[in-house]
């Protein structure tokens, strides 16, 4: 009980505000009303869900009639706000939420120009609201469906991690808890980026060998960047690392993975975007991630960021990876 009074702050007991109407947070829309939660779900177009109670990100799931369904943010000083809305769109969106519940967010990436991680820039908008970081290896049609995911929610502090958890954590959603938010967050960012490569490995007919040799470098890229961002290298080995980077450098339903691919079949990256069923987060993120990272040798993220700004053809990138030189593990 001290969490919940800790947190709540006077809103009503065991309710949850989903910002964002895509797949992610329509599947979180789910999970939270399955937990037990009186559910709000935020859209900028709400009406079409609101009268079908179908998602067009999520074909054949229906909403419970429970959530409700609004266009308007006031409406969400709910007990905790989920934030499920792309990257990019962090900023804009936390700018306009009133003040008052904790936060949960579910967007994984870096912010262009300022350079900012989904905590940092609720730090700066929602200065002193409880601000937790929601990751892991998830496919959101999966969790839709009910299908058992593990995920970690991280936090500084382990009050709010398990309030946090208690709201969407159901025996086929398990939550741990994790105490590197840093971390979990530049692995949430960087395994984006790496899928994008590792799609385009598959694309250009590399190979099984290449991509797990592009993995597994990758990682070794992932832990050199969560150390020096102040994450710790343990957390790479867990759920918000290893385990989001293998789903999304292996499942077919990845959309980095599928843009990736689409760049090794020859796609320009403008004609692999028209063709996405959804937002590429790695796309954005990529530029912004070599940027935040300064002279750290990331010889993959680099390629991507370099390929996606057209300075270098995907032969070329696969040959400059290739090139360096020759060093132990």
């Known amino acids: 009980m001290q969490g919940r009074a800790r947190f709540c702050n006077g809103f009503p007991m065991n309710s ?10 329509t599947a979180l829309t789910l999970q939270a009303a399955r937990a037990g939660a009186s559910v709000t779900l935020w859209a900028r177009d709400p009406a079409p869900i609101a009268a079908s109670r179908h998602s067009p ?27 499920a809305v792309p990257m990019q769109h962090v900023r804009a969106v936390l700018a306009r939420l009133p003040p008052g519940p904790p936060l949960l967010l579910a967007a994984k990436g870096v912010e262009q120009g300022r350079l900012r991680l989904p905590l940092e820039i609720a730090a700066e908008l929602h200065p002193g609201a409880p601000a937790a970081f929601l990751t892991g290896p998830s496919f959101a049609a999966e969790v839709a ?10 936090a500084d502090d382990p009050a709010l991690r398990r309030y946090c958890a208690g709201r969407l954590a159901t ?61 710790r290298a343990e957390t790479v080995a867990g759920l918000s690392g290893l385990g989001d980077l293998l789903l999304t450098c ?26 996405s069923r959804g937002v590429a987060e790695g796309v954005a993120t990529a530029p912004a991630l070599v940027a935040r990272a300064g002279t750290l040798d990331l010889p993959v993220c680099r390629a991507v960021a370099d390929l996606l700004a057209g300075r270098l053809a995907l032969a070329d990138a696969a040959e400059r990876l290739l090139a360096r030189p020759r060093r132990d593990e």
């Open 16 to 25: 949850v505000a989903v910002i964002g109407a895509g797949a992610w947070g």
């Open 171 to 231: 025996p086929s959603f398990r939550l741990y808890g994790n105490a590197d938010p840093v971390g979990a967050q530049v692995g949430a960012a960087a395994k984006n980026v790496i899928a994008i490569a590792a799609g385009g490995v598959i694309g250009a007919g590399f190979g099984e060998n290449a991509r797990a040799a592009l993995v597994t470098r990758g990682l070794a890229e992932l832990s050199r960047l969560v150390v020096r961002l102040g994450g």
């Open 250 to 275: 292996t499942g077919p339903s990845s959309r980095n993975f599928a843009f990736g691919a689409a760049l090794g079949r020859g796609a320009t990256p403008a004609e692999a975007l028209a063709a």
């Open 145 to 154: 469906r009910g299908l058992p995911t593990a995920c970690v929610v991280a």
């Open 57 to 83: 990100h999520l074909p054949g799931i229906t909403l419970p009639g429970s959530v409700r369904v609004t266009g308007d943010l006031g409406d969400c000083a709910q007990d905790l706000a989920v934030l």
